[in-house]
């Protein structure tokens, strides 16, 4: 079954909220920040938020507030990791750093977490606010880690998974717990909620390593295997990196770092004769599975089903509407079309 993405009414009201807090009547930052909020996001967090706070009665007038600051968080972060990999593109349209200037989209973020901490205070969440900071303290630890490690050959599958933890799982968990204190939740509920963003976070960072490679460039908004060729190596290349017939010519490819994109062709052959796409497909399933697991003990209820749905849009939607690996990147024998 594919399904279409979660229809949540309140995320109008979390766009008006952006809108209000960001767009304020000076210029110069007004021109920027709307901008920012013209790009078609998928707003998975605050669906998050308002799937984990639906578990109870809640005050909609904070959840509305919490949703949006963590949403603000990921925009702030986007907005610098697009300077810091001098990316030209962001979902489709040319990134704010390449519009303006890296000196403006610094400080755009900057502007944006700041704008969130004051939202979150505004509400007198002290647990929240220390839960966001020391979440932002942990992506910056995921992007100075995946800096550290680029072009390197010997990077670990544990190197990696700390990695995306940091980079996307932990904020992923973060809109759990913080929509589960807004909401009021028992300790218990929160620490489920807590493993099923986490899981929900690693599945959805991994099937995107795999998009890299085969979707639509065009449907995934940036160039086709732009990670690899920055030298950033995900799941699928650290599979390809241990194959025992085909690992030792992924390694000698990709130790000249300067002929990786000329090389394309023969990496991806790779990928797709030892089976690492698919692989890394699978491992994503497990941690979806993970993360319906974890809410098996949430009570019944219309928040427990929200959940359960963003789980499997994650997969069978987000994934099956971008690309369709067997019918156009791999038949079924395994070898590229």
Known sequence: MNYAPLPVPQLKEVKERLHSLLVTGNQEIDQVMTYLLQADGKMLRPRLVYAVASLQENQEGVVVDIAAALEMIHMASLVHDDVIDQANTRRGRPSLN????????????????????????????????????????????????????????????????????AKTACLFACCCRSAARAADLSPQILQMLNQYGLCLGFAY????????????????????????????????????????????????????????????????????????????IATSRFFVQSALTALEEIPPGEGRNSLLDLSHYLLDGYYANLIQLDKDRIDETGTAN
Do not use: W
């Not at 020391?134 to 390197?152: D, F, H, K, P, V």
């Not at 390809?240 to 062709?265: K, V």
């Open 205 to 280: 960072q991994i099937i995107d390593d795999v998009l890299d490679f085969v979707a639509d460039p065009k449907l995934l908004g940036k160039p086709a295997a732009s990670d690899l060729i920055s030298g950033n190596f995900t799941l699928p290349v650290l599979l390809a990196m241990q194959n025992e017939r085909e690992g030792p010519r992924m390694l000698e490819l990709l130790r000249d770092s300067t002929s990786i994109a000329d090389n394309m062709a023969e990496l991806m052959d790779i990928l797709v004769k030892t089976r690492a796409l698919r692989d890394s």
């Open 98 to 165: 390449s519009c303006y200037s890296n000196q403006v989209s610094v400080l755009a973020g900057d502007y944006l977490f700041a704008s969130a901490f004051q939202l979150i205070n505004f509400h007198h969440l002290p647990e929240v606010m220390e839960d966001v900071t020391g979440t932002i303290r942990t992506m910056c630890s995921g992007e100075i880690m995946q800096m550290a490690s680029l072009y390197n050959v010997d990077i670990s599958e544990a190197d990696y998974y700390q990695r995306i933890f």
